[in-house]
């Protein structure tokens, strides 16, 4: 019964070894651009709104060209949270025409942030990521202003 539960556990601790092994396959090469195809080519990737006052302005763009030689679709343009909303174009954007994507951001957060916004297009490589960042700080406090009047002039 001995040799019976020692060969047992050991076949439980080789499947557990067994399952446990990192698998070092080489990573799946990206899939080659259509040179028929769009090509999104941004400006720029990232935007970083800087040190803003609370309820400023929350708008930022990025613009790109479609570089390719087929009209370029934006299936789908999400932020990463409900206080970053990207607008784009839903018409096709022809091969050698520029648009922009406008990213909004809800300004009364206060507080460093870094959000990001996922494209989906009709490329050969479908999804992009946008990245935005920054830090909203207080809006200062207004003074009270003037006292209220106690009796006019002559008191």
């Given at each position: 019964?001995?040799?019976?539960?020692?060969?047992?556990?050991?076949?439980?601790?080789?499947?557990?070894?067994?399952?446990?092994?990192?698998?070092?396959?080489?990573?799946?090469?990206?899939?080659?651009?259509?040179?028929?195809?769009?090509?999104?080519?941004l400006e720029t990737t990232?935007?970083?709104?800087?040190?803003?006052?609370?309820?400023?302005?929350?708008?930022?763009?990025?613009?790109?060209?479609?570089?390719?030689?087929?009209?370029?679709?934006?299936?789908?343009?999400?932020?990463?949270?409900?206080?970053?909303?990207?607008?784009?174009?839903?018409?096709?954007?022809?091969?050698?025409?520029?648009?922009?994507?406008?990213?909004?951001?809800?300004?009364?957060?206060?507080?460093?942030?870094?959000?990001?916004?996922?494209?989906?297009?009709?490329?050969?490589?479908?999804?992009?990521?946008?990245?935005?960042?920054?830090?909203?700080?207080?809006?200062?406090?207004?003074?009270?202003?003037?006292?209220?009047?106690?009796?006019?002039?002559?008191?």
């Amino acid at each position: 019964m001995k040799k019976l539960l020692s060969v047992l556990t050991l076949m439980v601790m080789a499947s557990v070894w067994v399952a446990a092994q990192v698998n070092t396959a080489a990573p799946a090469a990206p899939a080659p651009a259509d040179e028929n195809g769009p090509v999104m080519t941004l400006e720029t990737t990232e935007v970083d709104y800087g040190k803003i006052e609370q309820g400023s302005d929350p708008y930022r763009v990025f613009k790109f060209t479609n570089t390719g030689k087929a009209p370029l679709v934006i299936e789908n343009a999400k932020g990463s949270c409900g206080c970053t909303v990207p607008s784009y174009s839903k018409e096709p954007i022809a091969p050698g025409e520029a648009s922009e994507i406008k990213v909004r951001y809800d300004t009364n957060r206060i507080g460093k942030f870094t959000k990001t916004v996922t494209l989906t297009t009709n490329e050969a490589v479908q999804t992009r990521t946008l990245r935005i960042s920054g830090e909203v700080y207080a809006k200062p406090t207004e003074p009270e202003g003037v006292p209220a009047s106690t009796g006019g002039f002559n008191n």
